[in-house]
């Protein structure tokens, strides 16, 4: 397991802008696949997006796709995601997660072992 530690939330307006940041902990960060993932009030956690440990591939969710983009530096141990015009609806806390490299990406909860503590984003009309 890594120990992951996510920063950049904050409250922002319709249309801004943020970028989360997750920094990792241990020497095998870029074997890791990472995702993104977020949970608002009162609903289940959802999949937002995942790269592959190779940083070549990327899968997100649909009601994120051309906002959001999703990143890594294994030099620096750490994975980012940044989001664009952001929406009212996309008011969550995010975290980060990170499973061992593997043939898929997955859009799965269950199928990550470490998580960070998470970071709110809130969003206001």
């Known amino acids: 397991q890594v120990q992951l530690v996510e920063s950049g939330g904050g409250l922002v307006q319709a249309g801004d802008s943020l970028r989360l940041s997750c920094a990792a902990s241990?020497?095998?960060?870029?074997?890791?696949?990472m995702g993104w993932f977020r949970q608002a009030p009162g609903k289940e956690r959802e999949f937002v997006a995942v790269?592959?440990?190779?940083?070549?591939?990327?899968f997100y969710a649909d009601s994120v796709k051309g906002r959001f983009t999703i990143s890594r530096d294994n030099a620096k141990n750490t994975v980012f995601l940044q989001m664009n015009s952001l929406k009212p609806e996309d008011t969550a806390v995010y975290s980060c997660?990170?499973?061992?490299?593997?043939?898929?990406?997955?859009?799965?909860?269950?199928?990550?072992?470490?998580w960070g503590q998470g970071t709110q984003v809130t969003v206001s009309s």
């Open positions: 997660a990170a499973r061992p490299g593997s043939l898929l990406a997955s859009p799965n909860a269950r199928d990550y072992d470490s």
């Open positions: 790269i592959k440990w190779s940083g070549g591939l990327t």
């Open positions: 241990g020497r095998t960060f870029s074997s890791y696949d």
